[in-house]
């Protein structure tokens, strides 16, 4: 099975700043994808990475305020840009691995903006 | 579009008491049913899983049903710990239709006391 590794673990920010979330697999994973669990609530889908093309955005998620990259199949990064508090969240890499459709998570990133 | 519906929480039983965590789905293809479990402070883990209908996954004590006829997956176990206290999601996931992207439930908090 994959292991996804995520950081930061948590972060605390200032509106108006940009966070940079990574995520590392440990062997190839065919897709990644990154999550938004906003507190209390499940997890809703931001976007599919993909790997060395534009990444595919859910409705309500635009490129310009969450980046993503995908240089290789086993690293893919997110950017909150221009922060606001209402984009205080647990942000999650998962990845679905070959040969199945089970996804593996990373152990998130905890972010606040004050 | 795909959707999955748990019961709401918060549950809080006894240890030894018998759980049930009812989750039902509605999708277009013929998904894979899966439960995952979120200990405090962590990231989302695979508990079990389940591709087709009849199928029962099963983990740690906890097992669950693919029922196609009732679109049902309703997680059980026949004797909770203090341990198994956690965020309990319900998800679905169709390779075919979706690229592997997961529709989740809005989880389930389960409180067990000693």
Not at chain 1, 82 to 111: A, H, W
Not at chain 2, 8 to 32: D, K, R, W
Request: a negative charge; charged letters at 15%; one cysteine or more.
């Amino acid at each position: 099975s994959a292991v996804i590794s995520q950081k930061p673990s948590r972060d605390i920010c200032q509106r108006g700043t940009s966070l940079t979330i990574q995520c590392q697999v440990d062997s190839q994973v065919t897709m990644m994808f990154w999550y938004r669990q906003q507190p209390g609530q499940s997890l809703t889908l931001i976007a599919t990475a993909n790997q060395g093309s534009e990444a595919t955005y859910e409705s309500g998620f635009v490129i310009d305020k969450f980046p993503i990259s995908r240089p290789n199949l086993t690293f893919s990064t997110l950017t909150v840009s221009n922060m606001s508090p209402e984009d205080s969240s647990i942000y999650l890499c998962s990845g679905v691995g070959r040969g199945g459709e089970k996804l593996f998570f990373g152990s998130g990133t905890q972010l606040s903006v004050l | 579009g795909d959707s999955v519906t748990q019961m709401e929480g918060p549950v809080t039983l006894s240890e030894e008491a018998f759980l049930t965590i009812n989750c039902t789905y509605t999708a277009t293809g013929y998904p894979s049913l899966f439960w995952y479990v979120q200990y405090p402070g962590e990231g989302l883990q695979l508990l079990l899983k389940a591709t087709k209908a009849d199928d029962k996954g099963s983990n740690k004590g906890f097992e669950a049903t693919y029922r196609k006829e009732t679109t049902s997956f309703h997680l059980e176990k026949g004797s909770v710990q203090v341990s198994d206290s956690a965020v309990y999601f319900c998800a679905l996931s169709d390779l075919n239709t979706n690229a592997g992207k997961s529709t989740f439930g809005d989880g389930t908090t389960l409180t067990v006391k000693p």
